[in-house]
DNA sequence: ATGGCTTCATAGTGAAGA
């Protein structure tokens, strides 16, 4: 089974990329974040039309979450149980037993900013509920646009990006409790190129530079994770013309 | 090494992303 991430910054802006990465890379499922698409104009013909199935929830202008499948998925559900979030940023469905959560982690702006604690607020109650779905699921995958990068590896200068949002210590201390909770950072079950990244900056020449940060994962739960054969970052995405600013993030795993 | 991109909403700029 292979199963994928992607940030794709518009769905509109970047469907004929995502209609080419289904078609190269044939994932089982392909989770999506900011597709910034109402849910009555997503392209649900074109994305039926690559034989995939797709659940999303979504909204115009910001956020917005999807699951295309090649599979109908089960028991799909958006949001986190129990917190009201006017703002589209979970949805989760069963396929082939395994449970994929699609999560777009909020960004917080900055340290200073309000934003920063809507989004530790989030990630508390993101983990008071997954406590929850691990149980009940066994064989978990969540996936997405952490806006976290876990360690110094995962960030060009950590210098540089020492207490900034992204890379802050409450930041990275919720991404260890999400940790905490059984479930394992599938990239680093594997050697793994130094210098990895899943985020470049549109300025400044940054991908080209290689100035980013690696904050789109995927967490496996045990199950899952055992069985785990490979995890990659589709660098080769970022290059193309008018890219997003994420690159796809993929994992084999054998069932 | 952050003003220096990109997208959206909108009709010239402003917000937001990360």
């Known amino acids: 089974m292979k199963i994928a991430t992607w940030n794709v910054n518009s769905l509109k802006v970047r469907l004929a990329q995502v209609l080419e990465f289904l078609a190269a890379e044939a994932p089982d499922v392909l989770c999506l974040q900011e597709t910034k698409t109402e849910d009555t104009n997503f392209p649900l013909t074109e994305i039926a039309a690559a034989g995939y199935h797709s659940a999303f929830s979504g909204h115009r202008t910001y956020n917005g979450v999807a699951i295309l499948c090649h599979t109908q998925p089960d028991n799909v559900s958006m949001g986190i149980v129990d917190f009201t979030d006017p703002q589209k940023r979970v949805i989760a469905g069963t396929v082939s037993g395994v449970r994929v959560i699609c999560v777009y982690i909020p960004n917080g702006e900055s340290v200073e900013s309000d934003k920063y604690k809507y989004k530790l607020d989030w990630l508390a109650q ?129 069932t």
């Not at 806006?147 to 949002?165: C, L, M, Q, S, Y």
């Not at 589709?234 to 890219?243: N, Q, T």
């Open 126 to 254: 993101l983990n008071a509920w997954l406590k929850g779905e691990l149980s009940r699921y066994p064989k978990l995958a969540l996936l997405g646009d952490y806006n976290i990068a876990p360690e110094e590896r995962d960030v060009h200068d950590p210098k540089f990006w020492e207490g900034k949002v992204l890379f802050s210590e409450p930041e990275k201390a919720a991404f260890r409790d999400t940790i905490a909770l059984g479930l394992v950072d599938s990239f680093r079950l594997f050697d793994q190129q130094e210098k990895a990244y899943s985020w470049w900056d549109y300025r400044m020449n940054a991908f080209k530079r290689n100035l980013g940060l690696r904050i789109d994962h995927i967490l496996l739960s045990a199950e899952l994770a055992k069985n785990c054969k490979s995890c990659s970052i589709s660098r080769d995405v970022r290059a193309k013309e008018r890219p997003s600013d994420h690159a796809p993030v993929i994992v084999e795993i054998e």
